[in-house]
């Protein structure tokens, strides 16, 4: 989701459009969940907006005996701002699946986008990937396009389901296809249109083909209703960045960071690794929520590790590091749980040296 909507985001900025993006989890810093144009959310508008919205939840609170939950609050609180500094357009990811989710609150959308499906919150959207489609699919409006990222079969029959019924024109995008030759990272992608779009993109990793063909299918859609994007895509796709997925941070040593915190995550970011970093050897820094499913993610990627380092991130719904450890031990035993992440991260280093590893890779849980 949040790859795709960087590469929108880039391309209605040059086309010199303002644009409103909510998007989480925060990764970085605590404001980034909202922006205009990649600028935070300003101090004073957040404080104003606050105050404003904690009079409404007062109200509420007092009227009806709940008070809204704080990723209520910071949606409304995207929402308001956006409103009051007169965005042209407005990116909303769902914070979790869809029909149920606090962002799904609109009539009437420009676009519907669905972006890869796995399992994941399986305790709140579902047990099977039919189950969580279907929860996904809330957020096609009728009479309104959607555009879906290259999915399985399963996925897709739901998704043309739930848009037949409610009279929404559904473009299944296909997959870009990526070429990494003389160091260049070229994606190539030939649209519903029939026209070929090329362009050297700055993001890395195998899932990016599926991302950036999902995004041009919505700027060709908001061509058709006016907008002016289709001859920005190739400049727009080129300069779209999204921190911490995949991304290098460092060369000596190799540092690469990376959002991966499910199964079908875990399952990219091994196809990355072989695209790559063929054959080399890595010391990997892991830390992930307890309602992820850890288990299946340590058997995924553990053996493709010298070392491993756990550890526990600074959230509620943390997984102890050590609980993370042991259930990777199972696969590899060079694993150690370290006390933070700056332990993990000088532990890291020093394992570059003592295993004689080419790169470090943190992976696992979005969490500021």
């Not at 101090?43 to 609170?61: F, Q, V």
């Not at 799904?104 to 969580?132: M, P, Q, R, Y």
């Not at 995004?215 to 289709?230: Q, R």
């Not at 959230?315 to 992440?341: D, F, P, Q």
Request: proline residues 2%; contains cysteine.
């Amino acid at each position: 989701k949040g790859s795709t909507m960087a590469f929108l985001n880039s391309i209605l900025m040059e086309a010199g459009y303002k644009v409103g993006r909510y998007s989480s989890p925060a990764v970085f810093e605590e404001d980034e969940i909202i922006q205009i144009n990649n600028q935070n959310i300003e101090p004073n508008s957040l404080g104003e907006i606050i105050t404003h919205i904690k009079e409404k939840c007062d109200y509420i609170a007092k009227t009806y005996g709940f008070h809204p939950t704080p990723f209520e609050i910071e949606t409304a609180l995207a929402f308001e701002y956006f409103k009051r500094k007169n965005c042209d357009i407005v990116l909303v990811e769902c914070g979790m699946g869809g029909a149920t989710d606090a962002t799904n609150v609109f009539h009437k959308v420009l676009c519907s986008i669905i972006a890869n499906i796995s399992l994941d919150h399986t305790v709140f959207l579902g047990d099977t990937i039919e189950e969580i489609a279907r929860v996904k699919s809330g957020i096609i409006k009728a009479n309104c396009p959607v555009v879906v990222a290259k999915q399985q079969k399963e996925i897709c029959d739901v998704i043309r389901e739930e848009a037949e019924k409610k009279n929404s024109h559904i473009v299944m995008a296909k997959e870009a296809q990526l070429d990494l030759g003389n160091g260049e990272n070229i994606v190539t992608y030939r649209a519903s249109n029939g026209k070929e779009y090329k362009a050297n993109l700055k993001m890395l990793g195998t899932y990016q083909g599926k991302n950036v063909a999902t995004a041009i299918e919505v700027a060709l859609i908001l061509e058709k209703k006016g907008y002016n994007t289709e001859k920005y895509i190739k400049n727009g796709i080129e300069n779209a960045v999204w921190k911490g997925r995949f991304e290098i941070i460092s060369k000596e040593p190799l540092f690469v960071i990376d959002g991966a915190h499910n199964p079908g995550a875990i399952e990219e970011l091994v196809k990355c690794i072989d695209l790559y970093f063929t054959n080399k050897r890595i010391t990997f820094i892991m830390g992930v929520l307890a309602d992820k499913d850890f288990k299946k993610e340590a058997e995924m990627i553990a053996g493709r590790g010298e070392m491993i380092i756990t550890v526990t991130p600074d959230n509620e719904r943390a997984l102890n590091g050590e609980i993370l450890a042991e259930t990777i031990r199972s696969y590899n035993s060079n694993v150690i749980c370290a006390k933070g992440m700056d332990e993990a991260v000088k532990m890291s280093i020093n394992s570059v040296n003592v295993n004689n590893c080419d790169l470090i890779i943190a992976f696992g849980s979005l969490s500021y």
